[in-house]
């Protein structure tokens, strides 16, 4: 009796300690005691007035912000969530800003399920600031007109297209940024874990960064600053109207402009090749490092590796 008793002790010992330590959050009888499920359609709106700027927490599976006619603000949140939280459409307002919450804490979220959808309908007439934030949820947005747009979400892309934003920044743990056609003065880019492709952007400065994702950019950027870990850097520019800083420690970093560019080339790697398929006057070379200039120099570029190469096509 006294074993039987231990060996039941013992059990009830081991099951408690996996649910603490999250060994058993994974599907099993006892989630249905710690989670719920939760159906949402629930909506608000609210009119952009005097608002400055809109900021958004959400742990959602997906934020989709698009631009509509009219002058109202219309938040949606649908689908349907397993956790051990209650799901909450929250639109809190003050004089000039509006924050936007699917639940009152981000702290202590535990889900099974997520399959919430946070859409954000934005009046055309709304031209002031958005900060938008999720964990485990890709992010899109698509037509917006704004002087600050700042994106954020940890295990999730990030998708953009069609718009004109004074100041743009773009941040993903464990996801991707993908943008395309895109009007930005001051871009702001960087992941970890996650590429980067950049179709078409229109810009005065952009710097943008991964850790171990590669760095696809193609449009017209006057100033450029391209840094990335292990992953390759392409730039494809229309024209050269300003400096580019370029570097990488195992990645290779390829240039191609278009037209008959103005620069002055300085390339320093330690491993790394130089393959060039254009016009360049090399001026010197010191162990692998180059040194060149395509027309008068007026430009500069710059480019480190460790053992990546660099092409210029």
């Known amino acids: 009796m006294k074993e039987r008793k231990l060996h039941l002790l013992l059990a009830i010992i081991l099951i408690i300690s996996l649910i603490s330590t999250g060994c058993m959050w994974s599907y099993n009888p006892i989630n249905s005691i710690f989670y719920k499920t939760y159906n949402m359609d629930e909506s608000n709106s609210f009119n952009y007035g005097t608002i400055d700027s809109v900021d958004v927490k959400a742990s959602v599976k997906e934020i989709t912000i698009v631009k509509v006619e ?53 009046p055309e007439e709304y031209m002031k600031d958005m900060d938008c934030s999720t964990v485990s949820g890709l992010i899109s947005s698509e037509g917006l007109t704004l002087e600050d747009l700042s994106l954020s979400t940890v295990s999730g892309n990030i998708y953009i297209s069609n718009m004109k934003i004074d100041s743009l920044n773009l941040s993903a743990v464990s996801g991707d940024l993908n943008i395309n056609n895109v009007t930005s003065s001051v871009s702001d880019l960087s992941t970890t874990s996650g590429k980067t492709d950049i179709n078409d952007l229109t810009g005065i400065e952009l710097d943008s960064s991964s850790v171990s994702g590669s760095i696809v950019l193609l449009g017209q950027v006057d100033t450029v600053e391209l840094s990335s870990t292990s992953g390759d850097l392409n730039l494809s520019l229309d024209n050269l109207n300003g400096n580019i800083t370029m570097s990488t420690v195992s990645g290779d970093a390829s240039i191609r402009i278009s037209g008959t560019p103005d620069y002055r080339l300085s390339y320093n790697t330690v491993s790394g090749d130089f393959n060039s398929n254009v016009d360049i006057n090399i001026e010197k070379i010191s162990n692998k490092d180059i040194t060149a200039t395509s027309g008068n120099g007026t430009y500069q570029i710059k480019v480190s590796t460790i053992s990546g190469s660099l092409n210029i096509n």
């Open 70 to 122: 009219g002058d109202q603000f219309l938040v949606t949140l649908t689908g349907t969530l397993k956790a051990n939280y209650e799901p909450k459409l929250i639109v809190e307002a003050s004089d000039d800003s509006v924050t936007i919450k699917t639940q009152e804490s981000m702290l202590d979220l535990k889900t099974s399920e997520n399959e919430l959808i946070l859409r954000i309908a934005v």
